[in-house]
């Protein structure tokens, strides 16, 4: 299990995979202020939700990577062959898709706090609500990228699957900033749900992609 992590999160750092999605997340934190203007109290007051789109977005950028590649060549076979269970490679990929992108992801958002003039103490609700939201996108996203693995236009299909389903995220997490501890609870619950429902759901799809 620690082996596939290992193998998934070099692939992730190796391909440049991780410093996409910082990249992307951090440019759409910078161009946020030029399309709604300059005004303070509006950017702090938004600030909060934009963050969270943007990292919902980000999330999205590998999902196309995320199993292909190993269905493509016939690592996912092997695996099996060596009595890995699909569930346990999927669950192998999330975890290391989080710790891809999840902490660089949390780093970068400091930055965009300073560029949404976001407050000290809407920062750290964000951040919690990061670290808490951040492994049900991850085991989304994996779920998502097994179901359209092998998929003419994956990409494509892959956000309108995975962006109506990663919604209660965006909506928990943004309403913390405002709803606090309650907003907070619902954001962990969901994700829970997500972490713990996705490796079922991408081993079936995985198994059904190499049968």
């Known amino acids: 299990m620690i082996a596939l992590v ?5 692939r992730a750092y190796a391909s440049g995979g991780a410093t996409l999605i910082v990249a992307f997340f951090l440019l759409v934190a910078i161009l946020f202020p030029f399309a709604v203007g300059p005004d303070q109290k509006l950017l702090a ?3 909060g939700g934009v963050i969270w789109a943007a990292a919902l977005l980000a999330a999205l950028l590998p999902v196309e990577r995320l199993v292909a590649p190993d269905m493509d060549s016939g690592a996912l076979d092997q695996l099996a062959l060596r009595g890995f269970s699909a569930t346990t490679v999927a669950a192998a990929k999330i975890a290391a898709h989080w710790l891809a992108f999840a902490p660089p992801l949390m780093a970068a958002t400091i930055a965009a706090a300073g560029l949404l003039d976001l407050p000290g103490e809407a920062l750290l609700t964000v951040e919690i609500g990061l670290a808490l939201g951040t492994p049900g996108l991850a085991a989304l996203a994996v779920a998502t990228g097994a179901l359209v693995a092998g998929l003419r236009g994956a990409g494509a299909i892959a956000g309108l699957v995975m962006l109506p389903l990663a919604i209660p995220l965006l909506i928990f997490g943004a309403g913390a900033i405002e709803g ?3 907003g907070l609870k619902l954001l962990a619950a969901t994700s829970l749900l997500l972490v713990a429902g996705a490796p ?3 081993g079936v ?5 190499t049968e």
């Open 45 to 47: 007051r938004i600030g």
């Open 205 to 209: 799809a995985i198994r059904a992609g």
């Open 6 to 10: 290992l193998r998934d999160l070099r």
């Open 200 to 202: 079922f759901v991408a």
């Open 180 to 182: 606090g501890a309650g």
